[in-house]
């Protein structure tokens, strides 16, 4: 099959989608030193500092795109909520962000840890956090979506928590960072390949 030609200032990527349409059976939420705390209309600065901390490693920049209105709309919604994950310290090491907008499927927004945080099985906690949050009365379907620019553990660490993969895609976009969303040194393990704006 022929190779399909990427512009240098984009990106491709292949998107896989996962739900999950039965409650799972319940079960004790792992123990963390972490607590998780409800962020209520979060101001758009701290939101996208947070969201740069966790994701930037990943090439999260949707949210660093909005404008402020664009994305008030969106965390100030009732049917929107937005966690904050913090340490013992009470300083913020992760996000979670369930979307309960199309009822009655919940969407898995945004999930993830700092890059500080790696590999010490937090992440099961915060899922188990996520579950337990996402199934509640009406809801009938809790999915997410992963892509190919995320950690190569996510797509398997989802699986196993109990969503089935059911639907593929392929995105491409413009590198955030030649747009200055994203500092260029971000996601090392995906090549920039055009021009990075100038300091």
């Known amino acids: 099959m022929p190779l399909t030609p990427v512009a240098n200032d984009q990106i491709a990527t292949i998107v896989t989608h996962l739900e999950m349409r039965a409650r799972p059976m319940p079960a004790p939420i792992p123990p963390a030193p972490l607590r998780l705390k409800p962020w ?4 758009a600065d701290a939101y996208r500092a947070l969201f740069r ?4 490693q990943w090439l999260w920049f949707s949210r ?4 402020d209105t664009e994305l008030a709309a969106i965390l100030h919604d009732p049917a929107v909520e937005v966690y904050a994950v913090t340490d013992p310290r009470g300083v913020e090491v992760g996000l979670l962000e369930l979307d309960f907008r199309a009822m009655p ?3 898995l927004g945004f999930i993830g840890l700092i890059p500080e945080l790696a590999g010490k099985g ?3 906690w915060l899922m188990a956090q996520a579950k337990s949050l996402a199934w509640r009365k009406g809801v ?3 999915w997410v979506h992963s892509c190919t620019l995320d950690s190569p553990a996510a797509l398997p660490f989802y699986m196993k928590s ?3 993969p ?3 895609e392929i995105e491409t976009f413009a590198d955030p960072r030649l747009a200055g969303y994203l500092r260029p040194d971000a996601a090392p393990h995906v090549p920039m390949l055009g021009q990075a704006p100038s300091a």
């Open 140 to 142: 009938e379907r809790f």
């Open 122 to 124: 937090l992440g099961r």
């Open 40 to 43: 209520k209309a979060p101001p």
């Open 64 to 67: 660093l795109a909005m404008s």
């Open 105 to 107: 499927d919940c969407e």
């Open 53 to 56: 901390r966790v994701g930037e």
């Open 166 to 168: 059911f639907a593929r």
């Open 162 to 164: 109990g969503f089935v």
